[in-house]
């Protein structure tokens, strides 16, 4: 069984946190390179109001200008994951797997999935069942209006080392979806957890669940760090 040691960043700038996913990318590459053992990490936080640009997504999917990003307090990126446009902020559980995939397996399709069947997981204990919308990364629900996304993801891998990751609606602020066209995907709308369950859920029980799930579906032990 793997060991991944986690850590949880609690609220955290985007770019800070993207530059620690690529230190500790690049030690686990220089660390392969040299024929070491490597270590993988998973880390937890959120951010404050920021939206984020994949590789493949369009600058006309934000609607905002630089002055209304302001009058938001909102910042944007052009970073490199793929996948489009999302937004990320308070309420939402932001993972950031950085695993080497030699130890688990080197199919990144097959990492999406189980990414996406940690978080059915976690839907599953709230009652609520998450499934994916072909040709589309990421978890749906049949929600009241139709059918929307709970849950982004993006990923990044060089030589079969992670890093981005998921966004997981927890109680989020929806409006600020308003002014993008969420990964790029202008007929299907953006839910979070608590639009969807009766009664209160809380935040860490939450990240408590995630952690749960995550060592199943990847069979691995989570260590604190």
Not at 24 to 39: A, E, R
Not at 104 to 122: G, S
Request: glycine share 8%; proline share 2%.
């Amino acid at each position: 069984m793997n060991t991944v040691f986690f850590k949880n960043l609690g609220t955290i700038d985007f770019k800070k946190a993207w530059d620690m996913q690529e230190s500790v990318l690049n030690s686990i590459v220089s660390d392969k390179k040299n024929l070491k053992q490597t270590k993988s990490y998973l880390f937890f936080c959120q951010h404050p109001h920021v939206y984020t640009l994949g590789k493949s997504g369009k600058k006309e999917h934000l609607l905002l200008n630089n002055e209304e990003l302001l009058l938001k307090n909102a910042n944007f990126y052009k970073i490199n994951r793929g996948g489009d446009i999302t937004y990320h902020g308070p309420g939402q559980l932001v993972v950031y797997p950085v695993l080497d995939l030699d130890n688990f397996f080197t199919d990144i399709h097959k990492y999406l999935r189980f990414l996406e069947d940690v978080v059915f997981c976690v839907l599953k204990e709230f009652g609520l069942t998450g499934f994916r919308v072909g040709g589309s990364t990421g978890v749906w629900l049949n929600s009241e209006g139709g059918v929307k996304k709970i849950c982004a993801m993006g990923v990044r891998a060089s030589r079969w080392v992670t890093m981005h990751g998921l966004a997981f609606n927890v109680m989020v602020d929806l409006d600020y979806f308003n002014n993008i066209i969420p990964c790029g995907i202008s007929d299907k709308g953006v839910t979070s957890l608590n639009k969807e369950v009766s009664g209160d859920i809380s935040f860490s029980q939450v990240e408590k669940l995630f952690k749960a799930s995550f060592e199943h579906v990847f069979n691995c032990k989570l260590l604190d760090l």
